[in-house]
């Protein structure tokens, strides 16, 4: 059985804004963690967490689709949790903007929580990184 996470958020910004801190490494490691990303399909990167006892904090990525400025998915491999995450913006008018977050992939309920806990929190980081 595989499990989706299905997530929308508004932010009042420019879709070129929230582009750049989806695909601008130094952004992106404000908001989600240190990375060697680059919007390029093809392109293997690293999210690089605090390890801990359970894990060594790396997520294993790889960039599958680049639409800008609307699209960007790439993988989130973590042990034997190999998960697909898309990114899509919408241009919702008067500056605000939608962001759909779909992480698909996901074996259990417990990795469905713990990816919908890291998400909602990186988000909260995200809305600094418009702001700055």
């Not at 070129?16 to 908001?31: M, V, Y």
């Not at 973590?78 to 990114?87: C, I, M, Q, S």
């Amino acid at each position: 059985m595989s499990l989706s996470l299905n997530m929308d958020f508004q932010f009042t910004t420019s879709v070129e804004k929230l582009w750049s801190a989806l695909t601008d490494s130094s952004k992106l490691a404000k908001w989600i963690t240190d990375n060697d990303f680059k919007p390029v399909v093809g392109h293997r990167f690293q999210f690089r967490h605090q390890p801990n006892e359970y894990w060594n904090g790396i997520v294993d990525s790889e960039v599958l689709i680049v639409d800008e400025p609307d699209l960007l998915s790439f993988s989130w491999v973590v042990g034997d949790e190999r998960h697909k995450v898309t990114l899509t913006i919408q241009d919702l008018g008067d500056g605000k903007v939608n962001l759909h977050l779909e992480q698909t992939g996901i074996s259990n309920a417990q990795a469905l929580a713990g990816a919908k806990y890291g998400w909602m929190a990186w988000i909260d980081k995200l809305v600094m990184v418009f702001e700055s």
